[in-house]
Structure formats: C-alpha cells, structure tokens
C-alpha cells in the first residue's frame, strides 16, 4: 500500500495530513537497528567463545550467523519440538528473552563436560534430568555473556525452567513479531547452532541501551561508517594468473604425457603472455625469474575495450 496522503479542511480551517497505514511494516527492524544489533553481537560471540573455551576445556568457534525477524508463529513451526528452549524474564521493565539451543549442540557440550570427546550423542532424544541441568549451567554462561556486552546494569535476566517450543506463544503475543539472532559453533568437529530470541518488549529496551553506548555527533547519529565503494573494491581478492592466450596443442600430445615428459608448445620464447586477473587478460607479461621463484615481468597494458575471457 503506497504511502499517499490527503489534505483535508477541519472546522476550524486548520490543514490535516492523512496517510494509509501500511500495517506489514509495523514493527520492522530498520536498518540502523539491524546493524546495530549486528555489530554488538559479532563482539558477543567472540567473548563467548573465549568464555566457553575455558568452561568446555576446548577449543571451538562462535559465529554470528544472522539475524531475522519474523512472526511468532512463523518462529514455532520452524523450531525443531526437541530445541532446547528456555526463556528468560526480568521486571523491569516487564520482559523476557529465549535462549533456543539446537539438540544436536547440545549433545557434544554435555558429552564433553561428562568427561567425554564431545560426541554428537547417537540420535535425537530427550535429556535426562542430569543432561537437562547440565544444559542449564551452560545456557546460563550464554546470558551472563550477552548481559555483559549488552552493558544492561539495571536489567538482571532470571532464568525460567526450560519449555517446549509449541509453547513459546505464552511468552511472546502471537501477532507480534520476534528478532531471531542466530549464531554457529564449531565444537570437536561438529557444527550446531543456537540463538537469542527477543520479542518486541525486549528489543525495544535493548535497542535503547546499544544507543546510549553508541558515540554521538552533534547534528546527527552515526553507528557504523563504512568505506566509500572505491575503498571496499580495492580490498577484494582477485585470481590472477600468467597465461599464454590462444594456444593449441593436439590431442595426440596431450595422450602422449607421462612422467617426465616435455611438453612442446610451439610458441616463440619473445611472445608474450597474458597476466590476467578473474579470467580477463589486460596486460602483457613475460615468465622471468625472482630468485627462486617464478614471476612475470609486465608488459605493455591492453586498452580495457580489447579485454577478453581467457
């Protein structure tokens, strides 16, 4: 529904502006938000994994892998019923955050603080009560963690007992949306995931927070410069190669290769090649030696309206 507005008259001759809801961008996570929320939990997952480091005794990789925003009903019929899912209040203001911990992480962390090598746990089950309290120690460092790079000192999370997932609608209003931050790690050769899920009455709170840790300029709020286009192109990795364009060899030659064998390519030794960078050719260069390594000497520069894929 587009954004168009009408100006109308009122009785006592005041002009009044009104515009059509668009009611499916209602709660939406703007972008400044989103990288906000991106920025702070990149770091979070850095220090959590220096933290679980030294609670699992091994070493593992913590990635932030993205961040969604989606219904709440959406969010249930895409949670696996064995997830690990326990939800977190605080009272002030009133709230709650999830913590939701795939099953197939949570079997190689209890295997490995049992004393094990952090086996995967042979299939899809339920923890046994001893499991289950295990799981609630490492869930609770995962918080710990998040409160401190959240920097929220007025707001303690509590930890509720863990629920199953048909029954998150309890905690988050079911036509309300929730921000889903989903993280990866790499543990003992297995990959599993778990995220942070924050209902609107939660974000809102958290958002604020990341704004006042944020430095300010007068006039405007910036979060997150970034490098002009120019800057970021010039940082990419480009394959480049010496090659020697538009040569032919017969097949009987090719077939003909064994160890050992010298390969007669039928080019003059003055011809240049081409050094060519992902698969275009724009210079000229000839094969030379540095040392013990093999180089190419550049030559004379290809007018870009004559490049083509080697």
């Given at each position: 529904?587009?954004?168009?507005?009408?100006?109308t008259?009122?009785?006592?001759?005041?002009?009044?502006?009104?515009?059509?809801?668009?009611?499916?961008s209602?709660?939406?996570?703007?972008?400044?938000n989103?990288?906000?929320l991106t920025?702070?939990?990149?770091?979070?997952?850095?220090?959590?994994?220096?933290?679980?480091?030294?609670?699992l005794?091994?070493?593992?990789?913590?990635?932030?892998?993205?961040?969604?925003?989606?219904?709440?009903?959406?969010?249930?019929?895409?949670?696996?019923?064995?997830?690990?899912?326990?939800?977190?209040?605080t009272?002030?203001?009133?709230?709650?955050?999830?913590v939701?911990?795939?099953i197939d992480?949570?079997?190689?962390?209890?295997?490995?603080?049992?004393?094990?090598?952090?086996?995967?746990?042979?299939?899809?089950?339920?923890?046994?009560?001893?499991?289950?309290?295990?799981?609630?120690?490492?869930?609770?460092?995962?918080?710990?963690?998040?409160?401190?790079?959240?920097?929220?000192?007025?707001m303690?999370?509590?930890?509720?007992?863990?629920?199953?997932?048909?029954?998150?609608?309890?905690?988050?209003?079911?036509?309300?949306?929730?921000?889903?931050v989903?993280?990866?790690?790499?543990?003992?050769?297995?990959?599993?995931?778990?995220?942070l899920?924050?209902?609107?009455?939660?974000?809102?709170?958290?958002?604020?927070?990341?704004?006042?840790?944020?430095?300010?300029?007068?006039g405007?709020?910036?979060?997150?410069?970034?490098?002009?286009?120019?800057?970021?192109?010039?940082?990419?990795?480009?394959?480049?190669?010496?090659?020697?364009p538009?040569?032919?060899?017969?097949?009987?030659?090719?077939?003909?290769?064994?160890?050992?064998?010298?390969?007669?390519?039928?080019?003059?030794?003055?011809?240049?090649?081409?050094?060519?960078?992902?698969?275009?050719?724009?210079?000229?260069?000839?094969?030379?030696?540095?040392?013990?390594?093999?180089?190419?000497?550049?030559?004379?520069?290809?007018?870009?309206?004559?490049?083509?894929?080697?």
């Open positions: 529904m587009s954004a168009m507005h009408q100006a008259r009122n009785p006592a001759g005041r002009q009044r502006t009104i515009y059509n809801c668009n009611f499916r209602a709660g939406r996570l703007s972008n400044e989103a990288r906000s920025s702070i939990h990149e770091s979070f997952a850095r220090h959590l994994a220096t933290a679980l480091d030294a609670y005794g091994t070493g593992l990789e913590v990635k932030l892998s993205s961040v969604d925003q989606l219904a709440v009903k959406d969010h249930m019929a895409a949670t696996p019923p064995l997830t690990y899912v326990v939800p977190f209040s009272s002030a203001p009133p709230s709650t955050m999830i939701e911990c795939d992480l949570v079997f190689p962390i209890v295997d490995l603080l049992l004393g094990g090598i952090g086996g995967p746990g042979g299939g899809a089950r339920e923890l046994s009560e001893i499991e289950e309290e295990i799981m609630h120690d490492v869930v609770l460092l995962i918080v710990r963690q998040a409160e401190t790079a959240w920097r929220m000192p007025a303690s999370l509590s930890p509720n007992r863990r629920i199953k997932s048909s029954v998150l609608h309890q905690f988050c209003p079911p036509n309300e949306k929730v921000t889903c989903r993280f990866e790690v790499e543990l003992s050769g297995t990959t599993g995931s778990f995220q899920v924050f209902p609107m009455s939660f974000l809102n709170v958290l958002i604020q927070q990341i704004k006042l840790d944020q430095p300010q300029k007068s405007s709020v910036r979060f997150f410069p970034r490098a002009p286009i120019r800057e970021r192109i010039l940082d990419c990795d480009v394959e480049v190669a010496a090659e020697l538009g040569l032919k060899v017969a097949v009987r030659d090719l077939v003909a290769l064994q160890p050992g064998s010298v390969l007669k390519l039928r080019a003059p030794v003055r011809t240049p090649g081409m050094l060519t960078a992902g698969g275009y050719g724009f210079i000229e260069a000839m094969p030379v030696r540095n040392g013990m390594q093999k180089a190419a000497q550049l030559g004379r520069r290809i007018s870009p309206a004559n490049w083509e894929r080697i």
